[in-house]
């Protein structure tokens, strides 16, 4: 079974600062992936990045970064030059090689204050 | 490009009304398809998931059911809703290998009074 642990119910942060957001999770794969989504308030979820299990290096997107620590089992996203844009509902989530359910963690809500 | 079209956008039924949402993409063939359900405040929950026509993979209870009559078209149905099937209705695709992003539609949002 996969499981995905997001401890911050909400986060603060102030517009050009960057800004950390959590996530571990736990699976018996081997090969995994594992996604970020941001929710606006109107509801779509939006794809931000991917990190695989065997990717060495950290992905980025843009102002988006995995932070990828694989004998932590943590994926962290981080945020540089925040813009008030960016407030929004964060997911973090997985697929487990061995199927196709993408798992998603109960989500950040991160405020950009100006 | 692909795009993923779901409606209607909001939905109101009272109970023990039937259900039936509908989800098409476009632009790309053999997708993998799902259905997901998210409470207000809370995660998102995989209803069903679907890697080719004809197989449907359920993972909630019974009130539900999907149906993929064609390649790109996914539908989410009910008989008789519930109260507790009122949430934000969110279809998604994704191609090719397992580990590949999830896409997701612009949601339904369904309250059953």
């Known amino acids: 079974a996969q499981k995905i642990t997001q401890t911050q119910p909400g986060m603060f942060v102030q517009e050009k600062e960057a800004v950390t957001l959590d996530c571990t999770y736990d699976t018996s794969d081997q090969s995994y992936g594992l996604f970020w989504y941001k929710q606006p308030s109107s509801g779509e979820m939006i794809f931000l990045i991917y990190q695989g299990s065997y990717d060495e290096q950290n992905a980025t997107e843009g102002r988006y970064s995995l932070n990828f620590q694989k004998a932590r089992k943590s994926a962290n996203l981080v945020i540089s030059a925040s813009q008030l844009g960016d407030s929004a509902m964060y997911f973090c989530?997985?697929?487990?090689?061995?199927?196709?359910?993408?798992?998603f963690g109960k989500g950040t809500l991160l405020t950009v204050n100006p | 490009s692909q795009t993923i079209h779901q409606w209607p956008a909001t939905l109101v039924q009272p109970v023990g009304s039937p259900l039936s949402l509908e989800c098409t993409v476009e632009g790309t063939s053999n997708p993998n398809l799902y259905w997901y359900r998210q409470a207000a405040g809370r995660g998102l929950q995989l209803l069903f998931y679907?890697?080719?026509?004809?197989?449907i993979s359920s993972e909630v209870p019974q009130n539900l059911s999907a149906s993929r009559p064609q390649d790109r078209q996914f539908i989410l149905s009910s008989k008789k809703l519930l109260l507790s099937d009122s949430g934000f209705y969110l279809c998604a695709w994704s191609v090719g290998q397992i580990l590949s992003p999830l896409h997701f539609g612009n949601g339904t949002r369904l309250t059953v009074t």
């Open positions: 989530a997985m697929i487990g090689g061995s199927n196709y359910k993408l798992t």
């Open positions: 679907s890697i080719g026509i004809g197989q």
